[in-house]
């Protein structure tokens, strides 16, 4: 994150003498991201972080593409994705490509047993339904329905559900996830015109620092694989932190929508971007006041990006036949745009209780064979009169 963040206790000067009250050591840790140009934090432990007891073996995740290369307009039924006991075996991975994937995911039990570290790429929950505890060893975060968690690579953690009902829209993003450039001075901090501050952002409050050995069972992914690797210690034994570089929590709730008096185009829903995507949220709002103007969206070309649209909650004013978690697929190289009668609908409209995230990325996206399950295969022919 784009701001300074401290948390517990640590020393008046980075790499000097830090001691416990026993008069032993703590283990410091600087945990940096893109070489040592990106956003870093400097953790203290109670015990290294280097005890590795047992590599217990791997599992391949890559996803199972079934179709490569796509120029289907497709509607996903995402409510239809099982719910699963376990959270790792949870996340359908329904789109990808070589910059970023995108499950979905309705997991029943809180993640007990082991603790997850994604070290391939960021990730970004969105939580569609559900409430509970994100845990990590930077903090914890309290997370409730359209709470968009983001997770830097690398931090470990474990999810706490408060019910067996939970539906994740879940983007991991080999390139890191940051807001949007255009909304922050050169120093980093959020502009007013920004659709959202730095008071907006949740950092972690809680840090948890166990005390514990054993046999802690890590499950780490890298390079589609998914490694069982037994520490020694505790994860989350960390007693203080501070730097740019840790979890953080953002509800669309708090997304204010930029309007005008004709038509707002998609990048004023940005609300994160990478180089090789962008996520914006379409949250409820005023619409357009020209006397003339026209609310629905014209028929529009992403020639160069793979449109998704996640939907959330309330109407969907431009697409006939839309509900809660359906997902839209406009990919790009054809135009897409409102369904027939739209936008004559929606002429006169003062406002909007549409709620969705919208991923457009710069390449284009692979379909999966979850996806396939769950896919509506004439969606791209809704649009004939
Ligand atoms: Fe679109």
Known sequence: MPFYHKLGKIPHKRHTIFKKPDGSLYYEQLFGTIGFDGMATNMYHLHRPTQVKEIRGKKDVTPKVAVSNNMQSFRFHGFKVKPEDDYLNSRKAVLTNSDCTIYLAAPK???????????????????????????????????????????????????????????????????PIYTPKRYRNWFGQLLEHSPFCERDLRAPEHLETIDEKGEFLMKIKKQN???DMVYATHPFDVV???????????????????????????????????????????????????????????????I??????????????????????????????IPHGPHPGAVERSIGKEK??????????????????????????????????
């Open 109 to 175: 039990k809180s993640v007990k047993d082991y603790f997850f570290k994604n070290a391939d790429a960021d990730e970004l929950i969105f939580i569609h339904r559900g409430s509970g505890t994100l845990r990590t060893m930077l903090g914890n975060l309290e997370f409730k329905y359209g709470d968009y968690l983001l997770l830097p690579r690398g931090i470990i953690y474990q999810i706490d559900f408060e019910t067996e009902d939970n539906r994740l829209f879940i983007v991991e993003s080999r390139r």
């Open 225 to 227: 694989e998914i490694f």
């Open 240 to 302: 203080g932190y501070d730097g740019f570089n840790f979890p953080y929590a953002f509800s669309i709730h708090d997304f204010e929508p930029i309007t005008g008096r004709i038509h707002q185009p998609p990048p004023v829903h940005q609300t994160f971007e990478t180089d090789a995507f962008v996520v914006c949220s379409f949250v409820p709002r005023l619409y357009d006041y020209h006397p003339e103007s026209i609310p629905a969206p014209y028929n529009h070309s992403n």
């Open 352 to 385: 909007t209780e549409e709620l969705a995230v919208m991923v457009d990325t710069f390449k284009p996206l692979m379909v999966t064979e979850e996806a396939m399950k769950i896919a509506d295969n004439d969606y791209y022919k809704s649009w004939l009169e």
């Open 304 to 333: 160069d990006s793979d449109e998704v649209l996640y939907y959330v909650d309330g109407d969907f004013m431009s697409r006939n036949d839309i509900e809660a978690g359906h997902i839209s697929l406009h990919p790009a190289g």
